[in-house]
């Protein structure tokens, strides 16, 4: 279940990356990042009802769930958050100093001088 | 050995101690100075790591492979070393050249955070931690490549952020999917596994991934159009800081995992890299070959350098992976000092345009002798530095029998050498404009000259003394050829 909705938020995210609009371009990059943090998280292996903590009583390894992809997934988020936060500033800035949400207005960096 | 952490600890508190006093002069002091601790603290790290063998630190007390580790051996000493020589420069160089839209404490907070998140990626000796730092380091670029608060620069910056935001998605993807096949995210615990291991196929739905994401940071062949689109747009000293350390970290991680661990199914990946490598060189020269403005001009020269560097990896025998690193080490040098030389002709000057500007060679000497050096350093001609990187690499590609590649890099050498000569003919050589004549030329100062100096005295020195460097860089690729002694050192933990 979860990597089908992996494989939805990637094609969302692509198809989102490809359209004119800034604002869409960010809302696909969101949804790429999450959807990096979800395949993150199930490529490890799920295991469901189980803690991911040691109580001291648990001796069998496989009543436990791998707590790393949880840390790894936890980390990644806040970093994928600060990213988002980034690029939504950087966007309105530059809709301040242009005017302009279309991408394919940013072309003067490109252009041949 | 808590010193191994000491080159992420300088540029942690030099950030904070920035955030905290805010006064223009102190920050024009620690600066400087901080960069200068930085680079003592490598150069006594490599002394230490030459006497000792390599250096490990398990971070918070766990134990490898469970907890980070950091590791310095060869490569990472000899990645520190160079770059923060290069952090020095910048931070001289900013003292002169940034524009009053940018202040200085400012500047150099997220240069300090940029060094941390850099040094962090050499020194690392874990995947995810790797990603952290590099988050770290593009979170800081981010900021210094818009700061200017300019059209141009944040169009730059959009285009910047979007491809390299890619990039980490894949990182991470490609982190997730390699952790859910063995378990485990320390490289040295990688090595150990994937080098026992015969299903070498499975490894390279990862492998592909960690390629793309490492190749738009390097900025190889088709992956690097957000580099040239953003280099020439913030201030000079941003550019120049960019442009020695930025793409240069994503060729060391490149020669990490390369060599530590996805060495299964190596035809594959060697004629992988051997393609893109000489794709890079030609279009990356090419493409400068066709531009008037030199900041354009070398950010183009950048891609074609990165395809030396990743041709020593794709040959992939002792000779040519130690031709990479010295190549990685001295285009450092001589790429900032290629861009330190343009930002000094633009002071003088006012542009940037080559059409517009002539005539620095009577005017301005001096200018002219330290803007050859690393011109023809980064041409490869001898004695200077670039000579020896470049008969290494064509050496080991001779002896390997991979002469299609071989002959492009030479082949490559002639556009670097068209585009050195354009700079210098068009800026040193040629006369003055005559509608630009009445225009009156900026004088500088002696300090304006100084980063410019100590680039091209390594230049020469790393050219001198090649024999002792090359005994470096060979040490290094030994240690990354054959890595048991890298992995002894991290899992059984032998403190040195």
């Known amino acids: 279940m979860l990597s089908i909705l992996v494989g939805v938020l990637y094609t969302a995210g692509v198809y989102m990356l490809l359209r004119r609009s800034i604002l869409k371009f960010i809302i696909g990059i969101i949804f790429m990042s999450n959807a990096t ?13 189980k803690p991911a903590f040691v109580n001291g009583a648990t001796t069998n390894v496989s009543q436990l769930a791998d707590p790393m992809p949880q840390a790894l997934v936890l980390t990644a988020i806040v970093i994928g958050l600060g ?5 939504l500033a950087l966007k309105y800035k530059y809709f301040e100093v242009t005017g302009t949400d279309d991408l394919d207005q940013l072309k003067q960096t490109d252009s041949q001088k | 050995m808590n010193i191994v952490a000491l080159p992420l600890l300088i540029p942690f508190a030099l950030a904070i101690s920035l955030l905290l006093f805010r006064s223009p002069t102190i920050g024009r002091w620690v600066g400087p100075l901080g960069s200068f601790a930085i680079f003592i603290v490598s150069l006594y790290l490599f002394s230490n790591l030459q006497t000792n063998g390599i250096l490990t630190l398990n971070m918070g007390g ?53 060094a941390m998140g850099m040094n962090g990626a050499f020194i690392t000796g874990d995947v995810f931690n790797l990603y952290v730092w590099f988050e770290v380091m593009l979170i800081s670029s981010f900021v210094l490549i818009t700061m200017g608060k300019k059209k141009e620069q944040l169009e730059g910056g959009i285009k910047y952020l979007a491809l390299n935001l890619i990039g980490s998605f894949l990182f991470l993807a490609g982190l997730g999917l390699l952790y859910g096949k063995t378990g485990t995210l320390n490289m040295a615990h990688l090595a150990e596994i994937l080098r026992n291991d015969n299903q070498a196929v499975l490894m390279n739905t990862s492998g592909i991934l960690f390629f793309v994401a490492f190749g738009i940071k390097a900025a190889i062949f088709p992956l690097y159009f957000w580099l040239p689109a953003s280099y020439h747009t913030p201030n000079i000293t941003i550019t120049t800081l960019f442009a ?15 060599t530590l661990f996805f060495v299964q199914d190596q035809p594959f990946w060697h004629n992988l890299l051997l393609i893109t490598a000489g794709f890079t060189m030609v279009i990356g020269g090419m493409a400068a070959a066709s531009y008037y403005e030199t900041r354009r001009i070398l950010s183009y020269h950048i891609i074609s350098q990165i395809g030396y560097m990743i041709m020593g990896l794709g040959i992939f025998t002792p000779l040519a992976i130690a031709g990479a690193v010295f190549f990685t080490l001295h285009n450092m040098i001589a790429k900032t000092g290629a861009f330190v030389a343009s930002g000094m002709i633009a002071k003088i000057k006012g542009t940037y345009q080559l059409k517009e500007i002539g005539g620095l060679y009577k005017d301005n000497p001096l200018l002219a002798v330290l803007f050859i050096i690393p011109a023809f350093a980064l041409a490869g001609i001898p004695p200077l530095s670039g000579f020896f990187a470049k008969f290494m690499l064509i050496k080991a590609g001779f002896e390997n029998g991979n002469y299609i590649i071989t002959a492009v890099a030479l082949l490559t050498g002639i556009l670097t050498l068209y585009s050195m000569i354009k700079i210098w003919n068009e800026a040193f050589l040629k006369k003055q404009p005559d509608n630009q004549a009445g225009k009156v030329d900026v004088k500088l100062a002696w300090p304006d000259y100084l980063p410019l100096t100590i680039l091209a005295t390594a230049s020469v020195l790393m050219g001198i003394f090649a024999a002792s460097v090359f005994s470096y860089t060979m040490e290094a690729a030994n240690q990354l050829i054959e890595p048991s002694h890298y992995i002894n050192s991290v899992l059984k933990n032998k403190m040195p």
Do not use: E, H
């Not at chain 2, 580790?69 to 020095?88: E, G, K, Q, T």
């Not at chain 2, 020695?244 to 390369?258: A, C, D, H, P, S």
């Open chain 1, 37 to 49: 943090n979800l395949l993150v998280f199930i490529s490890a292996g799920l295991v469901a009802g």
């Open chain 1, 83 to 87: 990213m988002a936060v980034f690029i």
């Open chain 2, 62 to 114: 766990w134990d490898a492979p469970f907890g980070i580790v950091l590791v310095i051996d060869y490569l990472s000493a000899l990645m520190l070393v160079v770059s923060s020589l290069i952090l020095v420069v910048v931070s001289l160089f900013a003292l002169r050249f940034l524009t009053d839209d940018i202040p200085l404490n400012r500047f150099y907070f997220f240069f300090f955070t940029l």
């Open chain 2, 244 to 258: 020695g350390l930025l793409t240069k970290v994503g060729v060391y991680t490149f020669i990490r995992f390369f």
